[in-house]
């Protein structure tokens, strides 16, 4: 343990299991500037079903000051290219990535005191470098203080929406009356042909497993048509949603560490949304569709359900994560995400150079929509010659 000084009076403390510091982690998340990704089951049920079986070392930072939690930052200690390499617990495969902060004691820290935090971090747990991608500039209108300084654009933006507890005021401001009567006209043409049309939230395990394997079947058939990977092809990750939904499918949405949404038409499930709320937040973490309902539109059915239900649930926020789709893209504000690196030593600062080297590459290929369109294009090419 690294303790305070009068020159550094903030203690780090470093833990290698969640249940050692969970009992400040559950008090900071509980109003602290956190997404939702940076809850304590969360992040705890990712590493034990996926992330573990990397090998990687895990690094719990915890701050104090003063005996009062300061900020969280669950770290995993890698080995990449000869360097020890850390990440945050879950690195590209959640929407956000911030550590928990005390917002009033935070705000009191002065950038130089900030950045020398971040080199003792590095010191203690053997780091060459830290590197937080996905990272917001600001949240809940928030600056974030632990961005580091010459901070670049992520490859790929995220993409949140306001909400309002007037759903149908919400919908016009956001969408044309035209794209909405046109939602309605094939909500109608899919009651037509395949039964009412119903939004829900799974509240018992056995339509929570029954959801999830929907997800994966339809997941896995997109991949198969269109060579769009499955975050289900990931080992453990079925495991991990499915122990954080029967663990949150009795609880409010507000508390669940993870809640199942569904389209059915008639008895079959022809969408799905799953996600996590904290502070008043949503985010969702994976969706699907059928793609025999294709021409249904299902997944901006749900879409356009899943909102209405957050408003009505007195919801602040909602936000559909990485990726620049048309469907985020119709309801939702782009939100610029930052690739975040703090080189502790001199082997860090030239991964550093190269890492950024190849997100400059990555970002540029993916702004350019004509080279973008044509690798989608191959991808489902190959995707149907290898069926």
């Known amino acids: 343990m690294d303790s305070p000084t009068s020159q550094e009076p903030i203690e780090i403390?470093?833990?290698?299991?969640?249940?050692?510091?969970?009992?400040?982690?559950?008090?900071l998340q509980n109003g602290a500037v956190a997404s939702p990704y940076q809850r304590h089951c969360w992040t705890r049920a990712w590493w034990a079903h996926c992330e573990a079986r990397n090998r990687g070392n895990l690094r719990i930072v915890s701050l104090f000051r003063e005996g009062e939690p300061l900020a969280v930052m669950p770290l995993v200690l890698e080995r990449s290219l000869g360097l020890n390499v850390a990440y945050p617990v879950g690195a590209r495969h959640f929407n956000w990535q911030i550590p928990l902060w005390n917002s009033v004691i935070v705000a009191r820290l002065a950038a130089p005191e900030r950045d020398h935090l971040m080199q003792r971090i590095g010191a203690v747990i053997s780091a060459d470098t830290i590197v937080y991608p996905n990272m917001p500039e600001t949240w809940n209108g928030r600056d974030n203080p632990f961005l580091a300084p010459?901070?670049?654009?992520?490859?790929?933006?995220?993409?949140?929406?306001?909400?309002?507890?007037?759903?149908?005021?919400?919908?016009?401001?956001?969408?044309?009356?035209?794209?909405?009567?046109?939602?309605?006209r094939k909500r109608t043409h899919?009651?037509?042909?395949?039964?009412?049309?119903?939004?829900?939230?799974?509240?018992?395990?056995?339509?929570?497993?029954?959801?999830?394997?929907?997800?994966?079947?339809?997941?896995?058939?997109?991949?198969q048509a269109c060579g769009i990977p499955s975050f289900f092809d990931r080992p453990g990750a079925a495991a991990f949603m499915q122990e954080l939904l029967e663990a949150g499918c009795?609880?409010?949405?507000?508390?669940?560490?993870?809640?199942?949404?569904?389209?059915?038409?008639?008895?079959?499930?022809?969408?799905?949304?799953?996600?996590?709320?904290?502070?008043?937040?949503?985010?969702?973490f994976t969706n699907s569709f059928d793609m025999a309902y294709e021409k249904f539109s299902p997944g901006d059915l749900a879409l356009h359900d899943l909102i209405a239900h957050a408003c009505a649930e007195g919801l602040t926020g909602l936000d559909l994560g990485v990726g620049d789709e048309r469907y985020k893209q119709a309801w939702c504000d782009k939100i610029t995400l930052c690739e975040s690196s703090t080189a502790i030593t001199a082997r860090g600062r030239i991964y550093d150079r190269a890492l950024r080297f190849s997100r400059d590459g990555?970002?540029?290929?993916?702004?350019?929509?004509?080279?973008?369109?044509?690798?989608?294009?191959?991808?489902?090419?190959?995707?149907?010659?290898?069926?």
């Open 150 to 184: 010459g901070a670049t654009p992520s490859p790929s933006a995220s993409y949140r929406l306001d909400l309002q507890s007037d759903f149908e005021a919400l919908a016009l401001a956001r969408r044309s009356r035209k794209a909405l009567k046109l939602l309605r």
């Open 190 to 223: 899919l009651e037509n042909a395949a039964g009412p049309v119903q939004f829900r939230r799974a509240r018992d395990i056995a339509t929570c497993r029954r959801v999830l394997l929907a997800a994966i079947a339809q997941r896995d058939a997109r991949k």
């Open 362 to 387: 990555k970002r540029a290929f993916k702004q350019n929509r004509r080279l973008w369109d044509g690798w989608r294009a191959v991808r489902r090419v190959a995707a149907r010659a290898f069926a």
């Open 13 to 27: 403390r470093v833990d290698g299991d969640f249940e050692a510091c969970s009992a400040w982690w559950h008090d």
């Open 250 to 284: 009795e609880k409010t949405i507000r508390d669940a560490p993870m809640s199942a949404f569904h389209l059915l038409a008639g008895d079959d499930i022809i969408a799905t949304y799953f996600g996590v709320c904290l502070n008043g937040d949503f985010s969702c």
